[in-house]
T-cell receptor, first 116, second 115 residues
Framework: GAGVSQSPSNKVTEKGKDVELRCDPI?????LYWYRQSLGQGLEFLIY????????KSGLPSDRFSAERTGGSVSTLTIQRTQQEDSAVYLCASSLASGQGTYEQYFGPGTRLTVT | DAKTTQPPSMDCAEGRAANLPCNHSTISGNEYVYWYRQIHSQGPQYIIH???NNETNEMASLIITEDRKSSTLILPHATLRDTAVYYC????????????????FGQGTILTVHP
């Protein structure tokens, strides 16, 4: 079946502009995660949505970052007034997360964001 | 979640077994050990996970020591396509034995499989 998809695959933007990154999770997955990976850095958790619960925003680095998940499916990560340090690969993942079980996350290919 | 320690890099000859160690000495009784890998320019890929017992699937085997303070991921017959960064992650199990929520990635081990 279809995996996690992300768009765009690459985005180049000027410093100070806003950007929106999109994630389409695997159908039926109730949990959705955003991570980012900066050059030479490990993967850093940003935000986590689970069903109708309030999202875990504990990883968002500043108030310029926000995310929403409409209809329990597609998610958009928005970065306002982008800075050069926002340049990174932004990865989305989804998983099942209901009832008992240990649920692995399935990652998309990522969006490479370059802020010039 | 407990912290993990992995060697920064390892080499393995194609066709041989790759044994990737992970130390998680502060692991709690309700924490799972997960392994993911990231091939260059791709998103991470789930490999295997375990709690106490050794586990095996079509990709790999996971050996967890009796005291659970360390584990080893085994790729029985490494191929060039197994060259990747391998991440060992400890993740809490929620009430009822479920396990979901964010993953905390460390620096991982860069495994290079050579001909």
């Amino acid at each position: 079946g279809a995996g996690v998809s992300q768009s765009p695959s690459n985005k180049v933007t000027e410093k100070g502009k806003d950007v929106e990154l999109r994630c389409d999770p695997i159908s039926g997955h109730t949990a959705l995660y955003w991570y980012r990976q900066s050059l030479g850095q490990g993967l850093e958790f940003l935000i986590y949505f689970q069903g109708n619960s309030a999202p875990d925003k504990s990883g968002l680095p500043s108030d310029r970052f926000s995310a929403e998940r409409t209809g329990g499916s597609v998610s958009t990560l928005t970065i306002q007034r982008t800075q050069q340090e926002d340049s990174a690969v932004y990865l989305c993942a989804s998983s099942l997360a209901s009832g008992q079980g240990t649920y692995e996350q399935y990652f998309g290919p990522g969006t490479r964001l370059t802020v010039t | 979640d407990a912290k993990t320690t992995q060697p920064p890099s390892m080499d393995c000859a194609e066709g041989r077994a790759a044994n990737l160690p992970c130390n998680h000495s502060t692991i709690s009784g309700n924490e799972y050990v997960y392994w993911y890998r990231q091939i260059h320019s791709q998103g991470p890929q789930y490999i295997i996970h375990g709690l106490k017992n050794n586990e095996t699937n079509e990709m790999a085997s996971l050996i967890i020591t009796e005291d659970r303070k360390s584990s080893t991921l085994i790729l029985p017959h490494a191929t060039l396509r197994d060259t990747a960064v391998y991440y060992c992650i400890v993740r809490v199990a929620n009430a009822g034995g479920t396990s979901y929520g964010k993953l905390t990635f460390g620096q991982g081990t860069i495994l290079t499989v050579h001909p």
